[in-house]
């Protein structure tokens, strides 16, 4: 079994050699079991972090570094690594050092001995400070509320999975934080399992208290859009198609009124809800045709290719 190994950077210029230096050495003890592909994305980062891997020695593993042109969001960061993946198996960890790459060898042997469709990190024992862990424990009581997903810690950055189960799913903004709950609504088969987390000493996080929001507005879409049987045109459709029936009935109950009544349409409020109706139709049905045209252009944005790479 092979295996592709994402790590995104983004302002990481004095984690980049360590880190390098950690997953090559937890490699070798397990290179003569699997093949490695290892490949580091830096997102348009500010300070020396492309310097620092463009410096970074050629190691005996298949190795790619691709660049940003300019800061998109660590999902894309990842999408990019995925889309210059050779395995079919992915192991996606955080460029700040606060994942262990010795932990790989055992979520590897979890992943392969349990046959799972993919393995998630648990942070049991985070080492971050109260701003960090209160914002990401409610999200994952929020996440675990509105989804079928009972994982500890959906947004753990260290993960195991099948490649193939990602090639209908898009990466943006903070979605690769919810790639687990996404697959668990697939149905997919997902194992959790404890791993060593580390203190950042270098570098700022990236992520506060708006991540609640995130999570929220993600998770909304998740279950509007990515439904397979619910597309958005279909979704806002059906609200349109209400609007129009609520519009016709009014119009059919005032032209009643009018003629067997003998009721000026002026008398009564079913001129104005028979237009509001309408026009609130034409409003869901804009909706549902401008998003389904946003997915699919989503969908092509995908495959270019809007970064340059350096073979190692």
Not at 112 to 121: A, H
Not at 152 to 157: F, I, K, P, R, S
Not at 247 to 260: A, D, E, G, H, N
Not at 286 to 310: F, H, P, Q, R
Request: with cysteine.
């Amino acid at each position: 079994m092979n295996f592709s190994i994402i790590v995104p950077f983004y302002n990481e210029e004095k984690n980049v050699v360590k880190l390098h230096k950690e997953i090559i050495r937890a490699l070798k003890r397990i290179k003569n079991k699997h093949k490695f592909q290892l490949i580091y994305v830096d997102d348009g980062s500010t300070d020396k972090t492309k310097k620092e891997l463009i410096k970074l020695k050629k190691s005996s593993f298949s190795h790619k570094i691709v660049f940003h042109k300019k800061n998109q969001s660590q999902s894309k960061a990842i999408q990019s690594g995925i889309n210059e993946s050779i395995y079919e198996n992915l192991i996606f960890l955080d460029g700040d050092l606060q994942n262990d790459p010795s932990d790989i060898n055992k979520l590897i042997s979890f992943y392969i001995k349990k046959k799972l469709d993919m393995v998630i990190g648990w942070r049991k024992k985070r080492q971050d400070n109260i701003f960090r862990i209160i914002p990401s424990v409610i999200a994952n009581k929020i996440v675990n509320l509105l989804t079928k997903s009972k994982i500890h810690d959906n947004g753990c950055a260290l993960k195991i999975l099948k490649k193939k189960l990602l090639t209908n799913i898009n990466l943006w903004g903070d979605f690769h934080r919810l790639i687990a709950v996404r697959l668990i609504e697939l149905g997919a088969n997902i194992g959790e399992l404890e791993i060593n987390h580390r203190k950042r000493y270098h570098g700022k996080s990236k992520y506060g208290f708006s991540r609640i929001f995130n999570v929220v507005i993600d998770i909304l879409f998740i279950k509007i859009f990515y439904n397979q049987k619910r597309k958005p045109l279909y979704v806002f459709g059906n609200f349109g198609l209400i609007s129009f029936l609520i519009s016709f009935l009014s119009m059919t109950y005032m032209v009643y009124l009018k003629i067997f009544e003998s009721q000026s349409f002026i008398m009564t409020p079913l001129p104005l809800l028979t237009s509001i109706s309408f026009l609130i139709g034409l409003v869901f049905l804009s909706i549902g045709t401008i998003t389904n045209l946003l997915e699919n252009i989503s969908n092509k944005s995908n495959l270019v290719k809007d970064y340059s790479i350096l073979k190692k």
